[in-house]
Every structure is written in C-alpha cells, then in structure tokens.
C-alpha cells in the first residue's frame, strides 16, 4: 500500500511537469518564439523553453525563427549582433533515496530506507535571446552571419 502512495505521488508531481516546448509562437503561454522590430532591418528574438530541451536545442530553434522571419521580411541573410541565455538545465522533479542498517547490542538492530522527492516548478526554464540584423545579397564570410535559405532548409 505504502508504495502505491509514493508511485501515485510522484505520478502527480511528474504530470505537474511543464508542458513542451513547441516551435511555435509564445502567444500567452511560457514557450515559443516572439520577435520584436527594433529598427527597420535589426529585431530581437526571443525563444523560451523547457526542460524538455537543451540549451542547444533551443538555440537552434530561435536560430529557425530568425531563419524564417529573415525570408518574411525579403532577406537572404542575416547577422546575430548579440546572444544570450538565461534559466538552467535543472530538472522540475528530482528523486533520491537512501538505506540504513544500525546494530546494537544483544538482539537490537534496525534497517531503514529513505525516499526524497524534490519538486522544483520552473527548474530547467530556459530562454535564448538573439538580437539580428537582416540583410540582402550575398552573405560575407563572417562568424555571425547565416544564410537563412539554408537554415531553414536543415533546421526546418
């Protein structure tokens, strides 16, 4: 009985989980994409996610939406002017557990066994920020500076 209690607990915790982080737009909810138009060829894009992905991942899915939104807007190419990340990689639900034997004298001794659940809502929020400019033309050799075409065609 005793383990039917910790099973459901921790199946109740786990559905508690975030929901998954979708390439879609953030409309209301924790995950997705928005872009903001700072000037006529420069936008900030923000990408926030789960801890269903990595941060890899996430960079790769705001790395599509700009991608994307460089070819709405007539580009060929564009330049990442700045990047960041916030949150962690942590999980939301986390569990240990523990054994203990004592001895004593005579017939006294005593074992024990411990469980810990460790339920942590937001841990492993992550959000990626890319601050573009969009441009036409052939791309330069530069570091920062993506073909949209083909971005799109391998992460798409």
Known sequence: MRSFIIIGLFAGLTS??????TYAPSAGSNRGYSERQIESDRFRIRFDGGSDV?????????????????????????????????GDDDRPVRVGGSV?????????????VGLGIQFAPGAGDKTIFLEILIRS???????????ARQIVQRLG
């Open 16 to 21: 508690c989980a975030s929901a998954p982080t």
């Open 137 to 147: 033309g052939p791309r330069p050799d530069l570091p920062d500076a993506y073909d």
């Open 54 to 86: 990595s941060f890899e991942e996430l960079e790769d899915l705001a790395l599509l939406r700009a991608a994307e939104l460089t070819l709405e807007r007539g580009g060929d190419w564009f330049e990442i002017v700045s990047r960041s990340s916030d």
């Open 100 to 112: 203990g034997q004592t001895f004593g004298s005579r017939r006294y001794s005593g074992s024990s």
